[in-house]
């Protein structure tokens, strides 16, 4: 009988463990600690080439009034992030962001924010948020992600798996179509149904509640975030899209941001 082996040595078994030994941070405001294989410099660097790339290939939005409210709701809501981190010791987690907002002309539900703070609207999204509150409302949420380093850890899970820990560097030059395909999973960046896709649910729940604090930061009324995840479960008809599948139930949802409504309302200020 043959005898079954891994496909991964022993020895990059024990350096994987030991990389997630020591390769650990905690989540500003939920204080979750999370797996982090990959530096916020590699991390910048891909993001910001990337993001380059993607406006290249992408039309950008010539409605100036839409164009200026994502443009403002970004900044306000940047804002309020560093004032947040700053005041309660995370500076250095954003300290290297490029904040950068843009709309694409592209009639998908869809929004998304890189490592760095570079986000991305899509205009078909524009029809759900409705208003500047509603489209902080997922401004605020994009922006959490990219704070609380979601994208970063779903890559090292995946670097991990399919890379056996190796650097994102190593795997850069050794298998750079590899890594960039696991670079776009992560972020979502070939995904066309929807801003949510990349995430799982604890990100999901993670990033509501940082992003009902950073909206209320910003001045805008962390209310307004129930009526939207209603109107985004809506859109889905009465089954709901695949999109939503990894994410919480629309009602699991709309408790959540229900019982953290009044821990971001004290930060709210017209």
Same mark, same amino acid.
């Given at each position: 009988?043959?005898?079954?082996?891994?496909?991964?040595?022993?020895?990059?078994?024990?350096?994987?463990?030991? #990389?997630?030994?020591?390769?650990?941070?905690?989540?500003?405001?939920?204080?979750?600690?999370?797996?982090?294989?990959?530096?916020?410099?590699?991390?910048?660097?891909?993001? *910001?080439?990337?993001?380059?790339?993607?406006?290249?290939? $992408?039309?950008?939005?010539?409605?100036?009034?839409?164009?200026?409210?994502?443009?403002?709701? &970004?900044?306000?809501?940047?804002?309020?992030?560093?004032?947040?981190?700053?005041?309660?010791?995370?500076?250095? $987690?954003?300290?290297?962001?490029?904040?950068? *907002?843009?709309?694409?002309?592209?009639?998908?539900?869809?929004?998304?924010?890189?490592?760095?703070?570079?986000?991305?609207?899509?205009?078909?999204?524009?029809?759900?948020?409705?208003?500047?509150?509603?489209?902080?409302?997922?401004?605020? $949420?994009?922006?959490? $992600?990219?704070?609380?380093?979601?994208?970063?850890? /779903?890559?090292?899970?995946?670097? !991990?798996?399919?890379? !056996?820990?190796?650097?994102?560097?190593?795997?850069?030059?050794?298998?750079?179509?590899?890594?960039?395909?696991?670079?776009?999973?992560? *972020?979502?960046? &070939?995904?066309?149904?929807?801003? #949510?896709?990349?995430?799982?649910?604890?990100?999901?729940?993670?990033?509501?509640?940082?992003?009902?604090?950073?909206?209320? #930061?910003?001045?805008?009324?962390?209310?307004?975030?129930?009526?939207?995840?209603?109107?985004?479960?809506?859109? !889905?008809?009465?089954?709901?899209?695949?999109?939503?599948?990894?994410?919480?139930?629309?009602?699991? /949802?709309?408790?959540?941001?229900?019982?953290?409504?009044?821990?971001?309302?004290?930060?709210?200020?017209?």
């Amino acid at each position: 009988m043959k005898k079954v082996t891994s496909r991964w040595p022993v020895g990059v078994f024990l350096l994987t463990a030991m #990389m997630i030994a020591y390769s650990c941070s905690t989540v500003p405001i939920t204080g979750r600690k999370q797996l982090n294989l990959v530096s916020d410099a590699e991390m910048m660097s891909m993001s *910001f080439s990337q993001y380059d790339q993607f406006l290249k290939e $992408h039309k950008l939005s010539t409605n100036k009034e839409q164009t200026e409210m994502v443009k403002r709701v &970004g900044k306000r809501i940047a804002a309020a992030v560093e004032k947040y981190m700053t005041d309660n010791g995370y500076a250095a $987690h954003i300290k290297d962001f490029a904040w950068e *907002f843009n709309l694409v002309d592209e009639d998908v539900p869809n929004a998304w924010c890189m490592p760095g703070g570079k986000v991305v609207f899509y205009t078909g999204i524009l029809p759900l948020t409705k208003d500047e509150e509603g489209l902080a409302v997922v401004m605020g $949420h994009e922006i959490a $992600h990219a704070v609380a380093k979601h994208g970063n850890e /779903r890559m090292s899970h995946e670097m !991990g798996v399919q890379m !056996g820990g190796a650097a994102l560097s190593v795997a850069l030059n050794e298998k750079p179509e590899e890594t960039k395909a696991i670079y776009m999973a992560a *972020f979502g960046l &070939g995904s066309q149904v929807g801003f #949510m896709l990349p995430y799982s649910r604890t990100h999901e729940t993670e990033a509501d509640k940082m992003g009902l604090i950073f909206m209320a #930061m910003a001045g805008y009324n962390p209310e307004a975030a129930v009526p939207f995840w209603e109107r985004m479960a809506a859109s !889905g008809g009465q089954k709901p899209p695949e999109f939503l599948s990894t994410h919480p139930a629309d009602e699991t /949802r709309v408790k959540n941001l229900q019982a953290y409504m009044p821990e971001a309302l004290k930060y709210y200020k017209k």
